[in-house]
């Protein structure tokens, strides 16, 4: 599972404070050092890491504090909170509307797992009894609209796009006006790879985005990303209105703490994570539960207030 | 009288706890730009056995000589031990009448196949005429994803077509068949039509996947291709250590040999796409030993170059 590893690591640094005789400084930080090099190891981005270790240390007055027991649950409930904030922007995630046009854009960098991704949310609300719909505004990338076609054409799923149009604008535009009118619950807009360097990339798909106007915007990351996450992932923040975070590629070995940074860059949660190449290899993600996991692996629940 | 005169100039016996804080703070800054973390913690090790005992020259601070001692030794893990030179050994096997054969491995969506095309693109630039193996026969698209590129070079290449054939062919089979079958069909119509090059496409897969590492390796066995490289996307943070280890490891213990083919060397991707965080690269070289053959900077067929090492290494300390 995600961090699970991770989850692990924290949880037996937090006991080397039950273990500590004294609290002071040099435990504190110890256990931080021990906490911010597992973070790391999971490529969570070392600036969130910085943040969180001053975050904590600032929280605790070894001068005022009294009390042991008081100065651990203090620290405990500190790394915890800081934890969380990694993982939770503390926005409700987006959810379509039964009944309605649903239009979602999915954007991200080269290869990380769009096209494939834009399938597996299409069967996951069609089984679900959603009418889904998908659309291929990828021109660019040699194969592209037959990938996308062959998937659709496998899980049943109605698809729009074009060998002979070259502007995946009017193919956006067309296609999404076609299946509004055809009274599509969920209308999945796949777009090509691009990253923050090539500007004209970026105004390709603002076009798109304007042409479609979404009702989300999917940002889709590969959990096997290191420290360059967090810029690209700020960038497409600024050029489009992203929403939700969807991790490809959990299957493999990845920790996926670099595609978390995201989630801070883009103020957006974790919607669904993706977990091998077949269509239903695929999970919706839920903070919440997803914290209450991570806790449960200490046996430190209720340090947090609710 | 001497220790003091000492002390005026400046010179200094370094030891640990000097070093300390400079190399913490060095560590940080590598894993800033994206060095996968054990690896930057064992190369600050190295700089301190290095620099433990030295004498600090007059008007250098610490920071500056760890620097400088970092420095030379990330250039020497970047620089090739062995150079490859694919057109001389293309050229070479060309004379021996085979083609010459480069497999592309690696996990899903790094590049192998656009990196494959461009390749094929500077083998072609390069007078060689070109077959592409299409063995990814599971990734929806696959196929079609090469037969543009193949139509698109060709069309790049209208002159250049010798005796009324195309300068790039493509070998498939569709979707479903072993690729290791296909690989060998691909070559022996390469041998049979007097083609000088085989690129082998692969599908993408994680390290852990046991079922997919062992059809590569048996894909590598029974062809054993000229050159096995591996692509790896400049985007990976620590995990470029595991997928290089792992895919070797596969590639041993699949091998039925006692002299296994193992990777050959690399394909950096999207180096566009990182700014100065070209730490990738140092995680991929310290790890496996084996060259960066190319480097991928772009989309377009153009887009390869060979490794600057330098300047790698300039941006990293940057
Ligand atoms: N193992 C694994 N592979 C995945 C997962 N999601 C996608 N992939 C694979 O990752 C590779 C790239 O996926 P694509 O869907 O083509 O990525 P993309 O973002 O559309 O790529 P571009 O359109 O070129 O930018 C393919 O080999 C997919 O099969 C996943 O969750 N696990
Ligand atoms: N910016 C940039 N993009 C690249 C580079 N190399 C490849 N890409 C893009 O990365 C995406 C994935 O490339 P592919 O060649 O399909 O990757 P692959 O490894 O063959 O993927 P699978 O076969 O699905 O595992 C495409 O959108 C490529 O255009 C590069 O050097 N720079
Ligand atoms: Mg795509
Ligand atoms: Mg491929």
Not at chain 1, 108 to 126: D, E, N, P, R, V
Not at chain 1, 211 to 225: C, E
Not at chain 2, 154 to 167: K, R
Not at chain 2, 190 to 197: E, L, P, T
Request: proline share 2%; with cysteine.
């Amino acid at each position: 599972m995600v961090l699970a590893d991770l989850g692990r690591k924290i949880t037996s640094a937090l006991k080397s404070l039950s273990n500590a005789t004294i609290i002071n400084e040099e435990v504190l930080n110890e256990m931080l050092k021990e906490i911010c090099k597992a973070l790391l190891e999971a490529d969570v981005n070392i600036k969130l890491v910085k943040q969180l270790r001053e975050n904590v240390r600032s929280v605790i007055d070894f001068d005022e504090m009294a009390g042991g027991l008081n100065k651990r649950r203090m620290i405990q409930s500190a790394v915890f909170k800081e934890l969380v904030k990694l993982i939770d922007p503390g926005i409700k995630a987006w959810q379509p509307m039964k009944g309605k046009n649903n239009v979602i854009m999915f954007v991200g960098l080269q290869g990380s797992g769009k096209t494939t991704t834009c399938t597996k949310m299409a069967y996951y609300y069609q089984k679900k009894g959603w009418k889904t719909c998908l659309i291929c505004a990828d021109t660019f990338r040699a194969g592209a609209f037959d990938q996308l076609k062959q998937n659709a054409t496998k899980a049943r799923i109605p698809f729009y796009g074009s060998y002979a149009e070259m502007d995946p604008v009017v193919i956006a535009q067309e296609g999404v006006e076609k299946f509004r009118n055809e009274n599509f619950e969920v209308i999945i807009v796949d777009t090509s790879g691009r990253h923050k360097q090539e500007d004209s990339l970026f105004e390709e798909m603002l076009q798109v985005n304007n042409a479609v106007d979404p009702d989300n915007v999917v940002f889709v990351m590969d959990a096997t990303i290191g420290q360059a996450c967090e810029s690209q992932a700020r960038a497409f923040k600024e050029k489009v209105d992203v929403a939700s975070v969807i991790i490809t590629k959990l299957d493999g070995h990845a920790k996926g703490g670099g595609a978390l940074s995201a989630v801070a860059a883009t103020k957006s949660p974790v919607i669904f994570i993706g977990t091998g190449e077949h269509t239903d290899d695929f999970e919706p993600f839920k903070v919440q539960p997803f914290i209450s996991k991570l806790l449960g692996m200490g046996d430190i629940e209720g340090l947090i207030d609710k | 009288m001497f220790s003091m005169f000492k002390n005026l100039i400046g010179s200094k016996t370094l030891t640990k706890e000097d070093l300390d804080t400079a190399l913490e703070k060095m560590k940080d800054h590598l894993v800033a730009k994206n060095v996968a973390s054990d690896i930057a913690v064992k190369l600050c090790d190295s700089v301190a056995a290095k620099l433990e005992g030295r004498v600090l020259g007059t008007f250098n601070t610490i920071a500056h000589t760890v620097k400088t001692t970092l420095n030379e030794s990330c250039v020497q893990i970047l620089l090739p031990k062995r150079r490859i030179d694919i057109l001389r050994d293309a050229m070479e096997t060309k004379q021996q009448k085979r083609p010459y054969t480069i497999t592309f491995c690696g996990v899903n969506g790094v590049g192998k196949s656009t990196n494959l095309a461009k390749i094929c693109f500077w083998l072609v630039e390069n007078g060689f005429r070109v077959l592409i193996a299409a063995c990814d026969t599971f990734r929806a698209g696959a196929v079609e994803q090469l037969r543009t590129h193949t139509r698109k070079l060709n069309a790049l290449h209208p002159n250049v077509q010798q005796d009324g054939q195309h300068m790039v062919k493509l070998y498939e089979k569709g979707y479903g068949k072993d690729a290791a079958g296909i690989a060998m069909e691909a070559i022996n119509y390469a041998r049979d039509s007097h083609i000088d090059v085989v690129l082998v496409d692969t599908a993408g897969r994680m390290q852990d996947n046991e079922p997919l590492m062992r059809a590569l390796s048996k894909l590598i066995r029974v062809n054993q291709p000229d050159l096995v490289l591996f692509v790896g996307e400049a985007l990976v943070g620590n995990e470029a250590v595991d997928q290089l280890t792992k895919f070797n490891k596969a590639l041993i213990d699949h091998s039925n040999s006692e002299n296994p083919r193992t990777i050959d060397g690399i394909i950096l991707t999207k180096f566009d796409t990182i700014d100065d965080k070209v730490g990738a690269a140092i995680s991929m070289t310290y790890t496996t030993g084996q060259p960066i053959v190319f480097v991928g900077t772009g989309q377009t067929y153009t887009d390869l170059r060979n490794l600057n090492a330098k300047a790698v290494v300039s941006s990293l300390l940057k």
